[in-house]
């Protein structure tokens, strides 16, 4: 038997009514950035291809880890599923929410800084909301190459490229995204944050919902980058 929606449980103890969690997620992120009108939501609730249409209770968007901490804890606590949203430039319809309006899309386009750029590191760190063109242009700018490159490039974001283990066009000589991941800050499904920076980790995929920002760890080396992540995005292995 299919689980009704949220608010049809809050009479059992299973969480705030839907106008409650609404007003509390403006709340923690502000009114302008918890979408509920059709036409706010519709760009959201499409994916890249036009085949997976969804409708969404709210689409939410934290302008940083604090915020985007407090909404998650806030909808786990209330039994709200939600669904992580970069780019959108996937096509498996995997940032598209299910069509019963359920679901709060998480979208992490606020949280787009770049944070680091170390020429004597060889490091970038960038959030997850950055674009992978904008990661490798502050490269650039400070002379370095980060390699990872695709045909989204100008959209797709760096929590997206590290989610899926993304390849690209250099995936042959750089490797996979995993690859170049040295460690990652993330905040999981209940809201608690989890760092591994400073420590010289592989990525990993269970338990981890969304990427609130990654660290590439950078040298002169020819054979790859690493990357650190703390929901920013840093770059080893960066060439001159």
Same mark, same amino acid.
Request: charged share 15%; aromatic share 4%; net charge negative.
């Given at each position: 038997?299919?689980?009704?929606?949220?608010?049809? =449980?809050?009479?059992?103890?299973?969480?705030?009514?839907?106008?409650?969690?609404?007003?509390?997620?403006?709340?923690?992120?502000?009114?302008?950035?918890?979408?509920?009108?059709?036409?706010?939501?519709?760009?959201?609730? *499409?994916?890249?291809?036009?085949?997976?249409?969804?409708?969404?209770?709210?689409?939410?968007?934290?302008? @940083? =880890?604090?915020?985007?901490?407090?909404?998650?804890?806030?909808?786990?606590?209330?039994?709200?599923?939600?669904?992580?949203?970069? @780019?959108?430039?996937?096509?498996?319809? @995997?940032?598209?929410?299910?069509?019963?309006?359920?679901?709060?899309?998480?979208?992490?386009?606020?949280?787009?800084?770049? *944070?680091?750029?170390?020429? *004597?590191?060889?490091?970038?760190?960038?959030?997850?909301?950055?674009?992978?063109?904008?990661?490798?242009?502050?490269?650039?700018?400070?002379?370095?190459?980060?390699?990872?490159?695709?045909?989204?490039?100008?959209?797709?974001?760096?929590? @997206?490229?590290?989610?899926?283990?993304?390849?690209?066009?250099?995936?042959?000589?750089?490797?996979?995204?995993?690859?170049?991941?040295?460690?990652?800050?993330?905040?999981?499904?209940?809201?608690? =944050?989890?760092?591994?920076?400073?420590?010289?980790?592989?990525?990993?995929?269970?338990?981890?919902?969304?990427?609130?920002?990654?660290?590439?760890?950078?040298?002169?080396?020819?054979?790859?980058?690493?990357?650190?992540?703390?929901?920013?995005?840093?770059?080893?292995?960066?060439?001159?």
């Amino acid at each position: 038997m299919p689980r009704p929606p949220f608010w049809q =449980l809050e009479n059992q103890g299973a969480g705030l009514s839907r106008t409650a969690v609404l007003a509390k997620l403006a709340d923690i992120v502000g009114a302008g950035h918890v979408l509920t009108t059709a036409e706010s939501k519709a760009p959201y609730e *499409v994916d890249e291809r036009q085949l997976y249409r969804g409708d969404a209770l709210a689409i939410v968007r934290p302008g @940083g =880890l604090v915020e985007l901490s407090a909404a998650m804890a806030l909808c786990y606590g209330s039994d709200v599923a939600m669904v992580p949203h970069g @780019g959108n430039t996937g096509y498996c319809g @995997g940032a598209t929410p299910s069509t019963d309006g359920s679901q709060v899309v998480i979208s992490l386009e606020r949280i787009n800084r770049v *944070v680091d750029v170390d020429s *004597v590191g060889m490091t970038l760190t960038v959030e997850a909301g950055v674009t992978l063109e904008q990661a490798q242009q502050a490269a650039a700018d400070a002379g370095m190459l980060l390699p990872l490159s695709m045909g989204s490039q100008a959209s797709c974001q760096i929590g @997206g490229n590290l989610s899926t283990n993304a390849g690209g066009n250099r995936v042959i000589r750089y490797g996979m995204t995993r690859d170049l991941v040295i460690g990652v800050e993330a905040v999981l499904a209940d809201g608690t =944050l989890i760092t591994g920076f400073g420590n010289r980790i592989h990525k990993l995929t269970q338990d981890l919902e969304l990427i609130a920002e990654l660290e590439l760890p950078v040298d002169h080396a020819h054979n790859g980058i690493s990357l650190l992540s703390d929901g920013m995005m840093i770059t080893r292995n960066l060439e001159h």
